[in-house]
């Protein structure tokens, strides 16, 4: 989602083996890896090179981390918070992973098992 596109096959198996090692580990873990994960993300080339806007990194983030279109409320409050410059896009990724929504996400995956 972060991206804006389809993973290679390759890199998305990798992906899925070290979650899979979070899972199996802790919510915590799973939370920790994920932030890391997607922070790569955003930190590469790849990105960076799609000069995206606080309003469409907003919307990256909704897609990637909560798996949803951003509601109205939601988008334009985290929108103002970065063009006012409040907290930076790092912390506001911060935000969506630590947020409940996405803990009740980590908990799913937490109950379903470890994968290996």
């Given at each position: 989602?972060?991206?804006?596109?389809?993973?290679?096959?390759?890199?998305?198996?990798?992906?899925?083996?070290?979650?899979?090692?979070?899972?199996?580990?802790?919510?915590?873990?799973?939370?920790?890896?994920?932030?890391?994960?997607?922070?790569?993300?955003?930190?590469?080339?790849?990105?960076?090179?799609?000069?995206?806007?606080?309003?469409?990194?907003v919307e990256d983030l909704y897609d990637g981390i909560l798996r949803r279109g951003a509601d109205p409320e939601g988008f334009t409050y985290w929108a103002n918070i970065l063009n006012d410059q409040v907290y930076t896009r790092e912390q506001i990724l911060q935000s969506f992973v630590d947020s409940p929504e996405f803990q009740f996400r980590v908990q799913q995956v937490t109950s379903a098992g470890g994968i290996q």
């Open positions: 989602g972060v991206l804006g596109g389809v993973p290679g096959a390759e890199g998305f198996n990798g992906w899925v083996v070290s979650m899979g090692k979070a899972q199996c580990t802790s919510g915590q873990a799973i939370q920790a890896f994920s932030f890391q994960m997607v922070l790569g993300f955003l930190k590469c080339m790849e990105y960076s090179l799609r000069n995206r806007s606080h309003e469409e990194y």
